[in-house]
């Protein structure tokens, strides 16, 4: 177990070493330095500032420099606004995180009940309806249903604003990053459900003269969870990057407008910060997930 | 004189039974002819509703888009001109509806082909347009796919077929892989490769546009690792296989085992895996060009054609609806194929 978790670890360090790697030899390899702007600076000048920002010494003396800054919590300077990256990063992060912890929530509540649902009801119109829209829902990229929601209920019906500023525009971001993984997670519990109610545990506990509710939520569904915690880093992950493009149609200022926004303005810093930043969350989050679903279900072995 | 029965022998009179006729002999014979395991596959595969449904769907998908720039005199980036005259009046047209000047030049006895789905806002024929996205569209799903597989089972084979040593270092390299955020680093090469690629003259490049290239470039880099672990996992259990064994016994190639033992074997789940890749290399591809990283202009595909909509989305929404529809209905349609395909061909899944 301890073993496991120290292997996992070990290569989560890996791979966030790794994005950092690629990230920063990416930018790196771009042709012009920050420095190569349309008023051409004087040569003393460019000097004193590639030795302000280290630009002078060579690449991989650069890489670890930009590594000790990065550990010290110091992601540079936007090149756009001057301003001091850490700080953008984290208030956007707070927009951004309640808007996925939200959808994440929701996927995974809405996703349990639906699936159960459809298990329990199985080949009822219920079920038809509930495979219908999961079946559905997965073949939709969420920057179609988002301009979708938006087409419907903001210009067609009118009942939300088109752009509003307080709280209750979070409803259809939410709504639409939380519609893919909502399906996922509906077919996930509806598979495990199906496969723990056929368990012999469960016909035991029927014979027992155990009532089916109490059946349903402390023998099947239990059982039935494990597979859905494994989904929930991956499941993160999409709606960090879903949040992308979702933050971009409603216009709001999060993680995910910021860097649509950064990488139109070719502004490297914030690039290279930002995907940085959301790796770790992703990384971070995969780890979690795989350990739980290890401490949940000691029965598993992941290799 | 008879000798006299015991009754209880199992003799039997031969004088109590009759010869059987022609038509009962036939009726013994075995029902079916023997199948092979593709037969037995498709046979299955065309027994399942939605699978012949997103056949069907994907087959008109195709055919319209083979054909529709041969009949519409449109192309994809033309602004259409009224009788070789510049026609200010025809943007954001609905669908099969005529600009002004045209419908003026149709009264003088010209003849205008329709705007099936209308025209964009710089008067571009949209129907065409559509066409050309999802023309694009299916093209990086196929071609990223068929990339994938290729990487994938060449290093998935020699990762499982070899074990030891050299296996668990590329599957550590697989697993670091695996564990990046593919979104982000896709972006982030493509944002990174642009650029690069820019600056450089070649005809092929140039061709294709370096947003294209850069997704092939993403796609070979990232997208295998799922293909090869599969490839991998199948091969490791197959490699243990008696005939295998025979095989090694009278001298045969690793090259040789590989090629006619072992892919035959896992050849199935390699298609079900392609067919279910190429719907999520549309999606990557439409979410790319969505944000404004995918496809050069003027050259459209689905997921720019939905992005531009989003400007005149008050007022002329039914430019989003074609294209997003369509990436739906492609999407939808490989996934339930891959899925009929999987319930065809797996089988592991074959006695439920």
Not at chain 1, 79 to 95: A, E, M, P, Q, W
Not at chain 2, 302 to 327: F, H, K
């Amino acid at each position: 177990m301890t073993r496991y978790i120290v292997k996992r670890v070990l290569l989560a360090i890996v791979s966030v070493f790794i994005i950092c790697a690629i990230t920063f030899f990416a930018m790196n390899a771009i042709p012009g330095g920050p420095f190569n702007s349309e008023k051409a600076l004087s040569e003393a000048t460019k000097q004193v500032l590639e030795q302000r920002y280290n630009l002078d010494k060579p690449v991989p003396v650069q890489f670890v420099l930009y590594l000790k800054n990065l550990l010290h919590g110091d992601f540079g300077v936007s090149l756009k606004t001057g301003r001091d990256i850490k700080d953008t990063l984290f208030s956007c992060f707070k927009v951004s995180g309640r808007l996925g912890l939200t959808a994440a929530v929701l996927a995974v509540i809405a996703g349990i009940i639906l699936g159960s649902m459809a298990a329990l009801f199985r080949n009822g119109p219920i079920d038809r309806i509930i495979v219908f829209f999961t079946t559905l829902f997965t073949a939709m990229p969420s920057f179609v249903f988002a301009t979708f929601l938006m087409l419907v209920f903001c210009i067609k019906l009118r009942w939300l604003p088109v752009w509003d500023a307080s709280s209750k525009s979070l409803i259809l971001p939410v709504i639409a990053l939380a519609a893919y993984p909502t399906a996922y997670v509906t077919r996930l519990t509806k598979t495990s459900m199906l496969d723990s109610l056929g368990q012999d545990y469960i016909r035991t506990a029927r014979a027992k003269g155990v009532p089916m509710v109490k059946v349903i939520f402390k023998h099947a569904l239990r059982n039935a969870l494990i597979p859905v915690i494994t989904y929930v880093g991956p499941m993160l992950a999409y709606i960090l990057t879903g949040s992308l493009v979702v933050e971009n149609i409603f216009t709001i200022g999060g993680l995910g407008q910021q860097f649509v926004k950064s990488i139109n303005n070719r502004d490297y810093p914030m690039i290279m910060a930002t995907t940085i930043f959301l790796a770790v969350v992703m990384v971070i989050c995969n780890l979690l997930s795989d350990i739980a679903y290890k401490v949940v279900d000691p029965r598993i072995t992941l290799d | 004189m008879e000798a006299k029965k015991n009754p209880l022998s199992m003799q039997i009179d031969p004088a109590l039974f009759e010869a059987a006729t022609d038509d009962e002999k036939r009726q013994a014979d075995v029902m079916s002819e023997s199948t092979t395991f593709f037969k037995d596959g498709m046979r299955k595969l065309m027994k399942n509703p939605l699978a012949v449904g997103s056949i069907i769907v994907l087959l008109l998908i195709i055919i319209t888009i083979t054909v529709a720039p041969l009949i519409v005199p449109y192309s994809y980036s033309e602004i259409i001109k009224v009788n070789g005259r510049r026609d200010r009046s025809n943007k954001n047209l609905a669908a099969f509806e005529y600009s002004e000047m045209e419908q003026k030049y149709i009264e003088e006895g010209g003849e205008v082909f329709p705007h099936i789905l209308g025209t964009d806002s710089l008067g571009r024929d949209y129907f065409i347009r559509v066409v050309y996205g999802a023309r694009i569209s299916l093209t990086v799903g196929l071609f990223a796919s068929i990339l994938v597989l290729i990487i994938g089972v060449i290093y998935g084979s020699i990762a499982g077929y070899t074990g030891g040593r050299t296996d668990l270092i590329m599957m550590r390299i697989v697993d670091i892989i695996y564990s990046l955020p593919d979104m982000l680093i896709i972006i982030l090469l493509a944002t990174v490769l642009q650029p690069i690629l820019e600056n450089t003259n070649n005809p092929i490049v140039n061709a294709l546009g370096t947003n294209m290239i850069c997704i092939f470039i993403v796609f070979g880099l990232l997208y295998w690792v799922g293909m090869a672990r599969l490839v991998r996992g199948q091969i490791l259990t197959i490699k243990n296989n008696e005939y295998i064994l025979a095989a090694k016994s009278i001298g045969a190639k690793p090259a040789h085992i590989i090629r006619k033992h072992i892919i035959p074997n896992c050849i199935s789940v390699i298609i079900i895996t392609t067919a279910l890749q190429i719907p999520s290399a549309i999606f990557t591809e439409s979410f790319l060009s969505f944000i404004g990283m995918g496809v050069n202009d003027p050259m459209p595909s689905l997921g720019s054609l939905a992005n531009s909509a989003r400007e005149g989305l008050q007022t002329y929404p039914m430019q989003l609806v074609y294209p997003a529809v369509l990436i739906v209905l492609i999407v939808l349609a490989f996934n339930l194929l891959g899925d009929g395909l999987r319930d065809a061909f797996d089988p592991k899944l074959r006695s439920k």
